[in-house]
Structure formats: structure tokens, C-alpha cells
């Protein structure tokens, strides 16, 4: 009898909500793939990835391996808390499981999978495990490149410097980068926004920052006056932009 060949696993962008911005490639591979991965009991991105790619593709005819990951907060250079490892060791072991039958395996996750990604522990931990694993990373729009478009304003243009910010910051920290960089991206700050807002209006920016929540998506909602977002309840789809420079400096 012979062994089938492993299969592969894809990590694969979604998008941020909208359908029309799923690639092509990622509706071929999710459609070709028996087996996709959904994070339990998360009402977060990946979990809404799933439901992105069910709107687009279906999850008829395919097992949906839920799997289990913690929403602690992980800090590279430091070692992850144990209970953190082991739900990453579990959820590589169900994985390898359908791997080794030679099914491939689609994670479905928000934007792009290189961007904030929990797919991205779960690709190192199987990496680790088996080094010669078989994976593709399938790159998506991300939320950002959807923001800013959907704002009318560049990301990046001519020689700005652009950060990407994962919120998660103290206030020195925040304070010096929108001081030195000359475009933000400020992602998960549905709950920050009072603090953020502080910071911006001490800087002198709160002028220059703009809200985009649930983009692409229904009850979709665009703060211009970003003081107007403080003490709401946001959705955890919320990016802030904030532009230094205004392209018409250059005209
Ligand atoms: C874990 S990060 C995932 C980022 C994703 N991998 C990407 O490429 O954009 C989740 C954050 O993405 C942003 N986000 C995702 N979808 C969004 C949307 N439709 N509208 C606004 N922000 C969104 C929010 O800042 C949210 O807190």
C-alpha cells in the first residue's frame, strides 16, 4: 500500500469583508480545499474570515476543523504563555492528522495572512514540528489598502514613511511614532479610542486622523472627526489612518 502524498496547507487572504475583494486565486484555492480551518469561540478576524469565504464559496461538502487559539497577548522575544503553546501544538496535531491522510488543508484568514495573523503561529508551529512541510501562502487585500481607498487618500506616496501599528501600544511609544513617521495605520483600536484621541489632540493631529469601521461591509461608517468615535461601541473591524502629509503639499 502506498502512503499519500501529505497534502498541503494554505493560508489564504480573504480580504477585509467586502466579496469583490477575495482574489481569484484565493476562491480556486478554498474551493479545491476538503478541509478549512476555523478558530473557535472567537468573534474576531479569522472567525469573520470564515464566513467571508463561506459567502463566496460555500462550506458544503467540506469539513470545517475548528480549532482552539488563545486571544493572549503575544509578544515577540518573549516566550509565549504555556497555555498559548499547547492550544498551537493541539491545533498542529488536528492539522497534521489531515495532512498525513493527504487532504489539504485552506485557512481562511482577514486581509492578508502576513499581516496580524494567527495563521501565521500556527504555519511556525507545524514548520517546527515538520520542517518539510508542504504550505502556500495565498496573499489577500489587506484592511489598510481598503481604508485608505475607500478614504480617496494615498497609504504611501512619494517618500513617506509609513508605519503599521497593532494598537497594543503605551502611550510613549504611540506618541513617538505618529511624531516620526509621516502615515500611521492604527489597527485594533476599537477600544483605544479615547486614548488614542487624547494623544492626537495633544499632538496637534486628531485633524489628520480619519475612522474606517467594518469596510466594504454593512453599517460600514467613516469618522472624519474622529473625537466623534470616543465612548462608542466599535467593531473590532476599526483602522485609524492618520497623514502627516497631505498629497496637495507637492502641487
Ligand atoms: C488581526 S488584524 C488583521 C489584519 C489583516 N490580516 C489585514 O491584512 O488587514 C485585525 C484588524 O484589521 C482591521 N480590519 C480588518 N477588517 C477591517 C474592515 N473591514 N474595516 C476596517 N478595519 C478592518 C482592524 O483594525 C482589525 O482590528
Known sequence: MTTPQQGRLYLVGVGPGDPELMTCKAVRVLENAPVWIAPKA???????????????VGVEGREVLELRFSMKKIRLGQQADPEVSRLWQEAAGAVLERLDRGQDVAFPTLGDPTLYSTAFYLLTTLQ????????TIVPGITAMAACSARIGQPLGLGDDVVTIVPAAFDDDRLRSILTTFDAVVLMKVHR??????????????????????????????IYTDVRQAVGRELHYFSTMLVRRRSPEDVL
Open 192 to 221: 483605544r479610542m479615547a486614548q488614542i484621541v487624547r494623544l492626537l489632540d495633544e499632538l496637534g493631529l486628531t485633524g489628520s486622523a480619519v475612522l474606517i469601521e467594518r469596510c466594504g461591509l454593512d453599517e460600514q461608517r
Open 128 to 135: 517546527q514540528r515538520r520542517p518539510r512541510i508542504r504550505a
Open 42 to 56: 472567537r468573534v474576531n478576524g479569522s472567525s469573520s474570515a470564515l464566513q467571508i469565504a463561506a459567502a463566496q
